[in-house]
C-alpha cells in the first residue's frame, strides 16, 4: 500500500525523521519495503500490509496506528455539504434483493456537478497512488478508497434507467462491457448493480462502461457499500480481474462506515458544483452488534510471559479506536470498533498490546527441560542406509518431486501418475512416479561439466494413483553408477562402474538395517536392458529392480553407457519387519576352509545354488561365498566355472575333519541331485 | 577307533596345514620368509615343534600315527618354504623407489547433499533441547493444509501460498505446519517437536524462488508456554546456528495459525550491518529468517485442546534460505541441479 506522507498529516502529525518512523512502524509490524521522494516535500512510503488487516489498507487507518505508536491524536475532519431540496429515494430507487451478499447499501445523488480535469492537489495524490488522473469525479472516488479504504463507485445517473438501482445476482447470459474495456460474461453466482433492464457493475469489482463518469455527466449516484468477501474473491477469481475495490472488499470492509464515505464523496464533489440529495438511502436490514471481548491482564502475561501495565493496555486500546467497558482490576469488556475486521479473540486484543508495548519487551527465557516420550520415526534407519552408501563412495542427491510426462514416458512408467491441476511448467506436469528420471538428469549435468564417473543416490518420495481415488506417496531410495569409480592415480588404476559393484552398495546397505537374507530373481522392466533387469527380494515380496539403463533411454538423455540403476520402495521394505540385533561371542575354535570349484551350466544363477545350499541347512556351514568364477578354454563351451569358499565351524568345540568331509560331501550330493552340478577336475582346494 | 586326542590333533595338523598356504601367498621378501619360517619351525616355539611335544600324550599304539601326521606336516613345511624361497631369489626387475612424498591414496568417497547436512545441524540442536522429530505426508488435503490452520476457504491470506493442486482436495503441502494439526490430532500435549521436509509453491523458479524447497516447523504445547520461551529457545538455536554473537531481533507480523505472530531476524552477516548497498539485506542491516507465534486458540479449537488450559507456539523456516544465507549462495537452484562440484564441498562443513 502506497502512503503519501503529506496526505498522512491530514490526519496525524508525523514530523519525525523519516528513518525513525521507519523503524518504528516496522516494530508495530508495518514494513516500509521502499520509499520515493513525491513533489512539494512529499515521500511516498510502499508499506506491506497483510491480509487481515484492510483498515489499513488507507490513510485514515495507517493515520490510527502513527497517532498510537507516536502518542499523538488523530485529527477530526469535517464534510460540509449543500443539499437539494429532494431526498435521495424520491430520486433514485434503490433496492437490494440479496442482503447476504450486499449486508449494506447506501447511496447519495449529487446533481449539477462539472466533471473536468482534477486540480493540482487532487491529481497529485492520486499520482502518489501510483495512478493516472482520469476527471475529478473519477479521481473523487479513489482518493475515497485511498483516504478510508472503503471503495465506492460513481454512476452516471442519466445513464441509469428508471432511475432505479438493483442489487442482485446476475441472470445466465447477462453480459456487462467493463470500465477497462473488456465484455465479461457474467454468472448466477455473481453479484451486480443493475438498473431496470441490465447490470450496470460486477458489485464491488468493477464497473460497467456504459454508466461509467464522462464530460457530459451532471448527475452522480455515489454508491457506498459492504459486499460478502468470499463472494467478491470467487468474482473476481473467475473474471480474472484485479482492482483496488475487490482488494478491499474481499478482505472485508467497514460495515460502520459505508455512509460516511458516501458523504465524503459527495462533499468533495460539490467543490466542482452541485448540491447532494437530502437523507442518504441507507439499506442494512440486519444491523451487525459490534464485538465484545473479555481481555484479562492476568491472561495476557500467561501468554506473553511479561506483565504489562494495565495503564498502557487502556491507552493503548483506547487509541486504537477500541472502547473499554466495566473494568474490573485487570480485566475488560471491550467493544471492537467496526474497521477492526481481524479482532475476533482475546489474543488478538493481546496482539494489539503486545505490539505496541514491543516485542524487545519480553523477556527470553529458556523453557525448563522435558523428558518426553520418544518418536519413532524411519530418520535413524534412512541415515544408517546413507552412511553405508557414502562408504561405497555414492553421493547423496536431492531431485525436485516433479516429472516432464514426456521423460517418464521415455523410462517406461510403470505406475499412474498424478497430475498437477495448475502446474507452473509443462516440464513439470507431474509428480514423479520414479527417482531414475532425476537421477540420470543428475548424470547428464555432470558428464556435461566434465564429470566421467556419477555414483549417486537418493532417498526421497514417490507418488502414483493406486486406483481412481486413493494416491500412494512412497519413500524410495534409487541409485546410479557410470563411469570410473575413483580417481586414476599412481599406485592405482580405478574400476569402472560395473554391476556387481552397485548391488553390493545396495546390498550392504540393506543389510546394516538387518533385512537379509535378500533373494534376487531376474525380471523385464522397460527401464533396464533385457535380460539385466533383477528383482530384489525380501522374504518373498518384490521390493525394488537393478538393472543396466536402456541405451534407448541413455540416447534420450544424451548420456553414454554404461549406467547402473537400482531403485527400492522403501515404503515395502520398512514396512517389514528388520531382524534383531544379536551379540555374537567371537569363537574361539578354527574353521576349517574348502575351497570347491563346480561346472555350472550357464544360465543357472547362483541364487539358485545360494537357495538350494541354504535350503538344506548343512551342519556346521557358518557361511559360503563366491571367490572366483570363469568361462573359456579348459572347460566345457557351455559351462561356467563357480568357485565357492565354504567355511565350517563348530562354535562349541574344533571341528573335526570328519565332520567337516561329510558336510561338505552333503553340499556336493544336493547341487548333483538338485542341479547336475559337478566338481570341477581337480576342484577341491 | 581313534581316540577323541587323536582326531583333535589330526584337526589341529589339517588346520596348520591350510593356514600354511594362506600366509606363503602373503609372503612378499625373504625377510617375510624368515619370520614364516621362525613361526612353524623354531626350535623354541615353532608350531611344529609345539606340536613334536604333543605326542607325548599318545598311547602307544596312537603315536606311531599321530608322529606320522606330524611328520608328514615338518616335510611338507620345509618343502612349501624352500619352493617359496627359490621364488623369491628370482632376480626381479627392481621396482622403481617408493617416493613417499608422492600423493597418499584416498578412495572414493560419498558426499551428504548440503541441505541434508543443514537439515541434521538443526535437528541435532533441536534434539539436544528434548525436541523430537515427527514427519508427515507432502501430498496435503486443503483441510489440513489451510482450513485447520484458520485459513477459511476464500480468504486472501491463501494468496501468500501459491499452491500446486491436484484436485478440488487434494495438493502438495505449503508448509510443513499441516503436520502440526496431524500430530496435535494423534497426542495430547506436552508435545515439544520439529517437523522438517519438503515443500512446494507454484512459483517459477529463479534465483531465490523455487518450486520445492525444504523447511522445518516446530511446535511446542504444553500448560504455562509462554512467548519468552518462543523467544528463548529461538535465540538459543540462532546463535548455536550463527555464532554466539550474532543480534536477533524480533518484531510483529501475521500468520493465520499465530496469535500474536513474530516473524525473526538476524543480523545480517554478509555487511555486519555496516553496508548501506549490501546485496544480502538490502541495506537494512537485517535478515529475516523465521516466522513464528503463539499458536492461534482457533487452532486449538479444531484439534480439541483446550486454550484455556493450555498454550503453545511454533516456528518455521526455511532450510535452503539458511544455507543460502549462512554460506552466501546466489541461487537456491544450486541446490537441486546437484553439480557434485558444489554439492561435495558441504562436506567439509
Redesign the interface.
Known sequence: MNISLNWLREYVDVEIPLKELLDRL????LICEKWTPGPNGDVVLDIET????PDTLGHLGMAREVATLLGRPLKEQVYPLVELPARTNEIVDVQVLDEDLCPRYTGLVVKGVKVGPSPEALRAKIEAMGLKSINNVVDISNVVLFATGQPIHTFDLAKVAGPRVVVRRAKKGETLRTLDGKNVNLLPDMLVIADEKRPLAVAGVIGGEPSGISESTTDVFIESAVFD??SI??TRKALEIQTDAG?RF??GADIGFAPQAAVIAASLMISFGGRVSKEIVDIYPKPKKSKEIVLRSRRAA?????SVPDEFIEKTLTDLGFSLKSSTRGSWRIQVPSFRVDIE????L??EV??FYG??K??????P???????S?N?ARF?RL?QQ??????????????ADPERERILGVIRRP????????VH?AI?RTTLLGGLLE?LR??RN?G?D?????EL??V?SWANETD?V?DPAFGALSAGP???P????RPETANFPHLKGAVESALEVLRYAPLAFEPVGHPSYEEGSALALLYKGESLGVFGRIRESILEAYGVSGPVFAAEISLGLLLGKKAGLFAYEPPPKV?A??RDLSFLVDRGRTYQDIKSAIERAEIPHLESFDVIDRYAGPHIPADKTSLSLRFVFRNPLA?????DADKSEQRILKILKSTFEIQLREGGTG | MSSPEL??F???V??YR?KLKDECAAVRDLQGLEDLRHRYLSRKRGFVTTLFEDLKKFGAAEKPVAGQLLNGLKVEVQETLAALEVRLKVPVIAKAEIDPT??G?????????P??IFQ?EIESIFLE??F????G???ETDYYNFEALNF??????R??WDT????DN?L?RTHTSPVQIRVMEKRKP????IIPG?V?R???PDPTHA??FFQVEGL?V?K??????L???L??FLKRLFGEKVKV??????F?FT????EVDIECLACGQKDPACRVCGGTGWKEILGSG?V???VFKNVNID?EQY?GWAFGMGIDRIAMFAFGIPDIRF???????F??QFHLK
Open positions: 516496522m516494530m508495530i509490524g497483510y491480509a487481515n488487516r468477501p468470499a474473491r470467487r482488494y474481499e478482505r500467561d501468554l506473553l510471559g511479561l479473540r482475546e489474543a488478538d493481546i496482539e503486545v505490539r516485542y524487545d519480553i523477556p527470553v527465557v529458556v523453557p527441560l522435558q523428558v518426553l516420550d520418544p518418536i520415526t530418520n541415515e546413507s552408501m557414502f562408504h561405497f563412495g555414492f553421493d547423496e542427491v536431492v531431485n525436485a518431486s516433479f498424478i497430475e498437477f491441476r495448475n502446474p507452473f511448467s513439470a509428480l543428475n549435468h555432470n561439466h564429470a564417473g556419477v555414483h549417486i543416490f526421497g518420495r507418488f494416491h506417496e569409480i575413483g580417481f592415480h599412481w599406485n592405482d578354527p576349517v576352509v574344533t571341528l573335526l575333519t570328519e | 582326531l583333535s589330526r584337526t589341529a589339517d588346520s591350510a608422492l600423493p591414496e584416498r578412495r572414493p568417497w560419498g558426499a551428504a547433499h541441505l541434508r541434521r533441547m528434548g523430537g522429530i515427527e514427519e505426508p507432502e501430498i477459511p476457504p476464500m480468504h486472501p491470506a494468496d501468500a500446486l493442486y491436484i484436485n487434494l502438495l506436552p508435545i515439544r517437536i519438503k512446494y507454484r512459483e517459477t518450486a520445492m511446542v504444553d504455562g508456554v509462554t512467548f519468552a520461551h523467544k528463548g529457545t535465540e538459543y531481533r524480533f518484531r510483529p507480523s501475521f493465520p496469535e500474536p505472530s513474530a503463539m492461534d486458540p482457533q486454550p498454550s541446490f537441486y541441479e546437484n553439480d557434485l562440484r554439492n561435495r
